[in-house]
């Protein structure tokens, strides 16, 4: 089964790929486990500024992404790719991303395609018509959703066959039992009258997986009690059209 293709619409085509070239992603990339295209919606227009964006009705500062070079670029894609897979936006206007999502993403193998959003927003418009997910990494705000997207392609990429060194790391990463992960100890076995933690040097397999257990839970309750079942935390928001909360 061939790896993932993304597909990245973004306005700085040649700042994408430096954003995932390095590391186990960049390794993945070397050996074509997944396939990257960037797409730069300038590609798309038809006067000679190439214009992407236009002052928003109503006035406000800023600027806005112009639907209908999004809209002749996504076409273009979907006719490279001949497939359908998901128009996915990173925004703020959508549910918080989790593990599970990308998950989910990952088990369906197609890929997606990512919109890199610019300026002070994208025509809402196109949003309505053609975005079909919407995630948010968190309440903040960034320049540009090339760093946002990375972020998605590199989460999704660790998850692949042959893509880290040892089968198991993913499966035992922060969020997958809906834990956080446990803490983690190397050489040397003393730094600044600090010992590593006796049950990590007793060989014993059994004991040390229990206590790895019992550390998570203890790290989640301290750090991220939400996660545990708090009915006041949002961590059952799932995405909707649109990054609607169904």
């Given at each position: ?40 919606p300038?590609d798309?227009?038809d ?8 002052r ?6 800023g600027?806005?992404?112009?639907a ?22 990173l ?16 088990d ?23 975005v ?15 760093l ?25 990463d ?17 730094f600044?009258?600090?010992a ?10 059994a ?20 996660l ?19």
């Amino acid at each position: 089964m061939p790896g993932p293709r993304f597909d990245v619409i973004t306005l700085f085509p040649d700042l994408f790929p430096s954003l995932v070239e390095l590391g186990v992603v960049g390794r993945a990339l070397k050996k074509q486990l997944f396939e990257l295209n960037c797409w730069n919606p300038r590609d798309f227009t038809d006067d000679p500024h190439r214009t992407v964006d236009d002052r928003p009705y109503g006035g406000g500062p800023g600027m806005v992404m112009l639907a209908e070079p999004l809209v002749r670029c996504v076409k273009a894609i979907r006719e490279a790719r001949g497939d359908s897979a998901p128009l996915v936006f990173l925004t703020p206007h959508g549910p918080l991303l989790k593990q599970e999502n990308i998950r989910a993403f990952s088990d369906q193998g197609a890929g997606a395609i990512l919109l890199c959003g610019r300026y002070e927003g994208v025509d809402q418009r196109f949003i309505d018509e053609y975005v079909e997910q919407t995630y948010c990494l968190g309440d903040f705000v960034l320049s540009g959703g090339e760093l946002a997207v990375a972020c998605f392609v590199d989460a999704w990429v660790r998850l692949l066959p042959d893509v880290l060194n040892h089968a198991l790391s993913a499966t035992q990463d922060s969020f997958e039992a809906g834990l956080l992960d446990c803490p983690h100890y190397t050489r040397p076995e003393v730094f600044e009258n600090k010992a590593v933690p006796d049950v990590l040097l007793s060989g014993n397999h059994a004991r040390i997986e229990s206590w790895r257990f019992e550390q998570a839970k203890v790290y989640t309750e301290r750090f991220r009690p939400e996660l545990l079942g708090n009915p006041d935390s949002d961590s059952n928001n799932q995405t909707g059209k649109a990054g609607k909360k169904v």
